[in-house]
């Protein structure tokens, strides 16, 4: 048995693109899509089958569900100018904001968010995403799930408090890793490396704590404090200005050192 | 055609253990390991079918390859022991340590330089690691190609310079990164959440990077400078006493917006 959902969307950006196509396949029927840019609610919209819209007071009713997929600093704002709120669902896919962000609006209300790095032009298999749900009510909650589970296999509960924990989270494991990889492609610029050389090794570094705690796999010459390479590393990066690259290469390797320390009191 | 050279290991630690195995699978004859560890020694030497020696002044001749897996700090002290160079080969795989390092000793040598991460209790699969090259003579940089060929298909001439740099980049992109999955862990442990949510992601910003530039798919609330999150988020650390993570938050921030500032005027 499958459900399929009358859905609005609402946002144009990477989120609802990617998340909009997802439920498109699945057989969902997108009916609306929201942009207070025009062409970018169009260009959404042809693909999905659904009509554009740019004006919050031509949003349709009768949809089961609305899915905001809109920027934090969007969304309340949205919210304020919808006339009637009917008897759907309302949903967010932040992973900062409150449930509570739609209470002075609706009741019928959760957070549906996609744990994952969205970017033009990549397509996005959400098998295996892990959706992270939560509603005001145990039914809309059901729905939900059911919502999720035609996408992915990793579908959970979690609460505001730990979605925001998630998120930060996140911002470490996917974002700023991300940063260290445009540092390190800068650097190999130096002498016309190309980043490719490095691809295997970043791929195994993301594999590797698929079993192992990343703590016992750290590598390189922090771990054992080797001051020797570790000063070389700094002089180089000093000696083409990036003071900046050397600054956080001299502390993250005292967080790797302090850990490892610890680990090894732990785990000797 | 396939040569089948015969190697004196020197070295147990992981690079040893992953290459010596990797060679041995491939049929090539590991004569002897060498570790000043005799436990170390042995445990290799029995799955690679060799002898162990833990006495530099036991090290056989008449092998084609000495190929040297130690720490930096190790190398100088244990080629200032062997007594008889003799003809062979003598080769290091440290990204750090110029091809220089030989010259007081020998004229027979070159540099043989895996770029990946090795950690006890993982295999690995040597079929697309970069093997970064130099020698002193062209006749052993052929001999060099072949025994890299005959695990990878990935094969490259590098200088000295060139391998330092590359050694510097691969601290960000592998250590660092590993750190991060580090922090993001102990992130979650405070609401229990379980470090598998993030695999996911995690591979997932290691798998973007294969056919996009880092720079043009950074995500996340630093690129658009989002104050809000980024507050709420520091706020988040710092009410945990994590204050040198809150300090990372902040700094690794400042980063990647500068960079997407540069990256918009280059590519608006």
Redesign the interface.
Known sequence: MKTVFKIVLLGAG?VATHLGNALFQKGHDICQVYSRTEASASVLARTLQASPVADIAHLQTGADIYLCCL???VLHDVLSQVKDFGNALWLHTSG?LPLSVFEPFTQRCGVFYP?????K??E?SFE???FCLEAKHEEDLQIMKDLAASLSD?V?EMTS??R??????????????????????E??A??K?D??????????????????????????????M?R??MD??IA??EARGEQ??AA??E??SL??YE?SQQENKHNP
């Open positions: 990477n920027k934090d600093a900062s744990l994952q790095t969205f970017s032009q990549r996005i295996h995403i892990p990793d959970r408090a730990q925001q924990n998630l998120h930060v989270a996140a911002v470490f494991a996917c974002n700023f890793t991300n940063s260290l990889y445009v540092m390190a492609q650097i190999l130096y002498d490396i980043f490719s050389i490095l691809q295997p090794l970043i791929e195994e570094t993301a594999a590797k704590v698929r079993h192992a705690e990343p703590a016992r796999v750290q590598t390189g010459p922090a771990v054992r080797d020797n390479v070389k590393h180089w990066l900046e690259k956080l290469y502390n993250m967080l790797i850990k």
